[in-house]
């Protein structure tokens, strides 16, 4: 069982798209089972992993992101390419944009984001450039050849959830310098880092966020505007492995 890259479907994203022939594997990590789907595109070996599990089972904070990031180091995968659903603080960055995300600010509060926990001395993780800078590079040419529309660079604003935040919250984001708010990239990003995987995130504004917009905000019209504008991710993420 082996893959060179993975891709890690957020909300509304759970069908492992093109993959040729896709087979279902659970990986046993230290941290518990992993769900992934094997396949192949391009010649190129591709693990998918829908972050929340089949159909959204698992919200965001009960993920088990060490034993996802775990069991994707152990089949051999050395670039993860994530989608992630988030509000967006800005008007500018509108419902339907996809951001190159290559920044965070960790608002979580009870995940577990280390693999090492002392037991071989203390580890610092470096995060100068959390967001790996090759693979950023290389999905901002393919976004340019494909005619994709890609806002280049923003920092993601990680909160706990699974509520969303209040208009004050969000006004203090903003005024640090979040751009779009998610509830999944920290720790995923971090373990990815760890464990020396180069990892970046297109994440899709599905909303804007709380106060930002004056309706009411809601799970479904996420998982709408996700369906809206995964093709536009799928596509560059494959273009991206075929290279
Ligand atoms: N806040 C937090 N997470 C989200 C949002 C939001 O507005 N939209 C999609 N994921």
Avoid at 94 to 109: A, E, H, Y
Avoid at 172 to 199: F, H, I, N, R
């Amino acid at each position: 069982m082996k893959a060179d890259f993975a891709i890690i479907g957020g909300t509304g994203v759970y069908d492992p798209g093109v993959l040729q022939d896709p087979v279902s594997h659970v990986i046993q990590t230290p941290y518990g089972d992993a769900h992934v789907t094997l396949g192949e595109y391009a010649g190129k070996k591709v693990a998918f992993m829908p972050r929340h599990g089949k159909g959204h089972a698992v919200p965001p904070h009960k993920v088990n992101y060490r034993a996802n990031l775990h069991a994707l180091k152990q089949i051999g995968v050395t670039q993860v390419l994530a989608t992630a659903a988030v509000g967006s603080v800005k008007k500018e960055f509108r419902p339907g944009s996809l951001v190159l995300i290559n920044d965070f600010i960790d608002m979580t509060k009870s995940r577990n984001a280390a693999f090492h926990e002392g037991e071989n001395g203390v580890i610092h993780i470096d995060m100068t450039d959390p967001y790996c800078g090759r693979v950023r590079d290389c999905i901002q040419q393919v976004a340019k050849s494909e005619g994709i529309e890609l806002i280049q660079g923003g920092t993601y604003v990680c909160t706990e959830g699974p509520r969303f935040e209040t208009a004050a919250e969000i006004r203090m984001y903003a005024q640090w310098g979040g751009d779009v708010v998610g509830m999944t990239s920290v720790p995923e990003v971090v373990l990815a880092k760890e464990a020396e995987m180069c990892y970046a995130t297109v994440a899709i504004v599905t909303n804007y966020c709380t106060g930002v917009s004056s309706t009411v905000l809601t799970h479904q019209e996420v998982v709408d505007e996700m369906k809206a504008n995964i093709e536009k991710v799928r596509k560059l993420f494959f273009r991206v492995i075929q290279e």
